[in-house]
């Protein structure tokens, strides 16, 4: 690799004016100071990036620092190919995300600039695309920075493209708010958004840096800043999640004549797009806002008013006090919002959740809501959220579907299952947790919407293992998975987007040799755990449906780490008990036949075991 020489150590630490023993004993100190704030290995990111060339040194710097990252193109496509821009987002990393944005926009467009800060100008490669500012909150910065706004606006005012992390300054914990998110954001952002009549893409950047990091900042804010360089060394190995919003139009902004309103607005829009993913560094229920205890939607009694007036075919039954109900989003606009609570409550009662008050994202939009009502306590016990393919691609396309976030597959897999039900964002509230009847209740529900829509023969939907498992266990979990569920025909059609490689280096052959059915598996990983934690339920729920592997398990780094496998349920392939169980003899006759099935010999039948 050619040489370049080392630029950072002036931009963030300039030779201090000290008597000359002093200065002497700096400049024997500072190699170790490079090596410890990771400015060695930024510069060597760097110098990676510039040997890519002035068209892809964003590219090169990430790739030097083992930094990979995803986007769906569907999110991409929502950058406007012309006409005047303003790309916000939220300031997650400091160095990574900088880089990542210009890379991003650039897919998209040429004409592009950057708003930021002046240290940067040590990088004569990367900043002939940047307007630089003084990102510090003073007079003095303010004074300085009215050049380069006014600049700023005339770029997007002759039709171009303009970037901004409107916080000024990276996302960070503080003493009286625990969770990582930005400073308040600079109010002349949303100036610059009105006067130049843009429109405007929000970007969101999930996760955030790790705890050196914000234990730094709660120290001092310039140790905050000198921890940056180190924090972007020590993200090697990380994939970047990033969400692009829908555009905001120049009409929407036009009314807001109050700066402050109009830029929380526009956080607010940012933010909304941090929906259903953790961040890499720190445990996602560390970092959050208070879940309330009460429902958020609405009253219990507006609850009841909502499933009044739902069709009764979308009633599928009673067992006891519980009733399954399904329903479109804009029909259950309270009990949507009570399941986004509930999902939040579960999720972070297992050392997860999104850190927010509700656990809703996009997807929730034009997806159906399966959910079982507690008619005695007037309460929502569980759900699971239905996505019907032939609806989505005919309406959003291949990017409406949640699971190609973790897996590449394109039209000719769903050409081949035909319409079929992605399954996802699955929960049974923490105090209902002790029964098995939930569950089959949420899954009679699935069975019988697809019996009684006869064309979905297919449901596919993700199973996740997560990170608090040992290695040992998920490596045992995924490969007993890979050798008996894999289907062969779908290895070139579905992959992960991050392959999950195991870390154990335990030698687990002899445990799988022992190993004919997921009982056995289940044995031993409770064996292994501390805490006598089996296979994940819900793995051992679609294998009762004789589900099957559609590909290699992907690792989701921005979910704290958790295992994804991509399970295919098809409902000819169910044996004629659990079938029964699930629809009864009529409705699983007039099922199998409609797709060319012969019916089931009669026989008793026996309730499948929990």
């Known amino acids: 690799m050619p040489h370049h020489p080392s630029l950072l150590p002036n931009m963030y630490l300039p030779e201090p004016d000290l008597p000359r023993g002093r200065r002497m004993l700096f400049k024997l100190a500072w190699p170790l100071i490079r090596a410890g704030t990771g400015l060695v290995a930024a510069d060597h990111s760097y110098a990676t990036g510039v040997t890519y060339g002035e068209l892809h040194i964003e590219r090169g710097c990430l790739d030097g620092a083992g930094v990979s990252w995803h986007v769906s193109q569907q999110d991409l496509a929502r950058i406007p190919r012309t006409g005047p821009v303003l790309v916000i987002a939220n300031h997650a990393y400091g160095m990574a995300d900088g880089l990542l944005k210009a890379l991003l926009i650039g897919l998209v467009r040429s004409d592009y600039k950057l708003i930021a800060n002046e240290m940067l100008a040590v990088f004569p490669e990367l900043t002939k695309r940047y307007i630089l500012v003084n990102a510090f909150d003073s007079t003095t910065a303010r004074a300085q920075n009215t050049a380069p706004l006014r600049e700023a606006l005339a770029w997007m005012k002759d039709g171009n ?58 120290i001092s804010s310039m140790l905050r800043t000198a921890m940056i360089p180190r924090s972007f060394a020590n993200s090697r190995g990380t994939c970047i999640r990033v969400s692009i919003g829908e555009p905001i139009s120049p009409e929407t902004l036009r009314p807001m004549r109050d700066r402050q309103a109009a830029i929380e607005y526009l956080r607010g829009r940012v933010y909304m797009l941090n929906s259903d993913t953790h961040d890499n560094s720190t445990s996602p229920a560390a970092a959050t806002e208070p879940v309330s205890t009460a429902p958020t939607g609405g009253s219990s009694d507006a609850f009841t008013e909502e499933i009044s007036r739902l069709p009764e075919d979308n009633h599928f039954g009673d067992s006891g006090k519980f009733s399954v109900y399904i329903a479109r989003p804009e029909h259950i606009p309270g009990i949507l919002s009570e399941i986004g609570r509930l999902r939040e409550v579960t999720f972070r009662a297992a050392g997860e959740g999104t850190g927010n008050k509700l656990d809703l994202d996009a997807y929730d939009e034009h997806y159906r809501h399966l959910f079982i009502w507690n008619r005695a306590d007037n309460e929502v016990v569980g759900a699971y959220r239905l996505g019907l393919t032939d609806e989505i691609l005919g309406a959003k396309g291949l990017g409406g579907l949640y699971t190609r976030t973790l897996f590449q597959y394109e039209q000719p897999v769903l050409d081949r299952l035909g319409p079929s039900i992605e399954l996802g964002r699955s929960f049974i509230r923490p105090e209902y947790q002790r029964g098995f009847k939930p569950l089959m209740l949420l899954w009679r529900g699935i069975s019988n919407f697809a019996a009684r829509h006869r064309k979905y023969r297919h449901a596919f939907g993700v199973v996740s293992i997560s990170n ?31 392959p999950y490689e195991p870390r154990n280096e335990t030698d687990i052959t002899e445990m799988l040799s022992k190993c004919a059915t997921i009982e056995d598996v289940d044995e031993i990983v409770k064996e292994l755990e501390p805490e006598d934690m089996g296979v994940p339920v819900l793995v051992r729920q679609y294998l009762k449906l004789e589900a099957k592997l559609l590909a290699p398990f992907n690792i989701d780094h921005a979910f704290a780490d958790v295992i994804d496998g991509l399970m295919l349920v098809d409902f000819m392939q169910v044996e004629r008990r659990i079938a029964h169980f699930y629809l009864g003899k009529e409705l699983t006759t007039a099922f199998r036949t409609w797709h060319g099935f012969e019916p089931f010999d009669d026989g008793e039948d026996q309730t499948p075991p929990e």
């Open 468 to 498: 608090d498992y040992l290695d040992v266990s998920r490596h045992l979990i995924t490969q007993f998975l890979m050798k008996t569920t894999r289907l062969p025909e779908y290895k070139a059609l579905v992959q992960a987007r991050t």
């Open 161 to 218: 493209l303009l970037a901004s992390f409107p916080a000024g300054a990276v996302s960070h914990r503080t003493w009286s708010r625990r969770a990582v998110v930005d400073p308040p954001w600079n109010p002349s952002i949303a100036m610059l958004a009105r006067r130049s009549g843009a429109t405007v893409v929000p970007m969101f950047f999930h996760g955030h840096n790790g705890r050196l990091f914000q234990w730094s900042g709660l």
